[in-house]
């Protein structure tokens, strides 16, 4: 039996939570850590920390964020965000991640994938990829926070990825990210359909029935959303139920 | 078994849980995962801290021959198997629960520690793999004691391409994905979890808590 995740994702800028429209104009929504627990004590499946911290010798700061929410979480949490080395990942997972997502610096060295996996185990390994469209369904996939296009086709990077030993796709729409327009599901539909791992549908909700499309219609493993958890729009229970509401299995919202 | 079997160590009121730490995966996880019932935990390689412990965890995440040649060459095979035949509760968790089997296909010239009988599998490719969800636990043991106040259908958390095949009368609780997976098997003081119980919320409170009863009782 296939169970859709449903994930809150939290953008964290030197240790702090922000949620950016289009990645501009950046609000601060709180804690982490309280945050996080907050969010497993509503029956979240997983929690990701995107780390947006333009300064890498904030690295640190990312490393503490992990160990303070694995002594307050007891469900899978993933940290992403500035991962450009095996040792990066290291001090991540040692303190507590449980997976390490990695995006631009796949893109520059696709075997860092790899690295990682042989390392660690694919389990471990999210890679994410910004992806925004070209009309004719097809997308490229950008890096740098959405500023650089690569040029590499999204579908067939996801496909590379996965061969190298990734463990699951991070899929955010460019397009859609910070809209509240809902998800590019002809994007979801077209990596879910491409590879056998696991696939986090990312960018554009702004409604429950977006979650429910995401995993309907787009195929997607698991949902992930953050502005309208963070700001009390919605709970993550009722994200739930509107998708149990849908025929959508998931793991049913706590008592 | 009675408390004159396995006397806890002189002076030592709280029980000791060892997890085994040959290098592999994060284990800062697992050892709070029983912090939080209470257990006083070390991450160890050490042979003589282990042969103390009240119970033994192994985990293991990534590959499988991977994890059997880091647990050959910390040499904590052997202690594995010694607390083991001595009757110390013991528990493998995901890839720590394939190392007990004979072998795996992920690795097929590797042996595994060969303390269950079977073999570990891919598989199908019928849903996504790795399977990295919860899941639903279909209890199929009555009365096992780390399953006590855990409710048939009680949701855990899984992540693994790779299952046990093994002789039905072991398997404690399987899940459904595409094929019956087996989710937990015990034998005796032998128990091993393909799911995760320290990522599975309050269902592996309950789990950890009774692994920690069982470590202090016996």
């Known amino acids: 039996m296939k169970s859709v995740r449903v994930i809150p994702c939290l953008d964290v800028d030197q240790g702090r939570v922000v949620k950016g429209v289009n990645f501009v104009g950046l609000r601060d929504a709180g804690d982490p850590v309280e945050l996080a627990a907050r969010y497993d004590a509503d029956g979240a499946d997983e929690v990701v920390f995107l780390d947006i911290t333009a300064s890498s010798d904030d690295r640190e700061t990312i490393v503490e964020l992990a160990r303070k929410v694995a002594e307050e979480v007891y469900i899978p949490f993933t940290i992403g965000g500035g991962v450009r080395s095996v040792d990066d990942a290291r001090r991540l997972l040692r303190a507590g991640a449980d997976k390490v997502s990695v995006n631009s610096a796949a893109v520059a060295h696709p075997s860092l994938v790899a690295e990682l996996a042989d390392a660690f185990g694919s389990q471990c390994v999210v890679v994410a990829i910004d992806a925004k469209s070209n009309g004719n369904k097809t997308w490229n996939v950008y890096v740098n926070g959405g500023r650089n296009d690569t040029a590499l086709d999204v579908v067939d990077w996801a496909g590379e990825i996965a061969n190298l030993g990734a463990g699951e796709i991070l899929l955010t729409s460019m397009d859609g990210d910070g809209t509240r327009n809902g998800y590019d599901l002809d994007l979801t539909q077209a990596v879910v359909n491409a590879v056998q791992i696991p696939v986090i549908a990312s960018g554009g909700v702004g409604e429950l029935a977006h979650l429910v499309s995401g995993a309907v219609d787009g195929g997607a493993d698991a949902v992930l959303a953050a502005s309208i958890f963070h700001f009390g729009k919605h709970t993550v229970r009722e994200a739930k139920e509107a998708l149990l509401a849908a025929g959508v299995t998931v793991r049913p919202p706590t008592e | ?218």
């Open chain 2, 1 to 218: 078994m009675s408390c004159e079997e396995f006397p806890l160590r002189e002076g030592n009121d709280a029980p000791l849980i060892a997890i085994l730490d040959y290098g592999i995966g994060n284990l800062r996880s697992a050892q709070k995962g029983f912090e939080r019932v209470g257990a006083e935990v070390h991450l160890t390689s050490d042979a003589g801290l282990i042969a103390e412990a009240s119970g033994v965890v192994l985990p293991g995440v990534g590959h499988f021959g991977s994890c059997m040649r880091e647990l050959r060459a910390a040499k904590l095979d052997e202690v594995a198997y010694s607390v083991i035949e001595a009757g110390v509760p013991f528990l493998g968790i995901c890839v720590g629960m394939q190392m007990l089997f004979e072998g795996s296909e992920e690795a097929p010239g590797t042996r595994g520690l060969g303390v269950l009988p079977g073999r570990v599998r891919l598989l199908p490719n019928s849903l996504p793999r790795p399977q990295m969800q919860w899941n639903r636990l279909d209890i199929r043991l009555q009365g096992s004691p780390l399953l006590d106040g855990i409710e048939d259908g009680s949701w855990v958390y899984f992540v693994h391409s790779y299952a046990a095949e093994t002789e039905p009368h072991l398997v404690a609780a399987t899940c459904e994905y595409g094929v019956e997976v087996t989710a937990m098997v015990e034998q005796g003081t032998l128990w091993a979890t393909q799911f995760h119980p320290e990522k599975s919320g309050e269902v592996g409170r309950s789990f950890a808590h009774n692994f920690y009863r069982e470590a202090s009782v016996l």
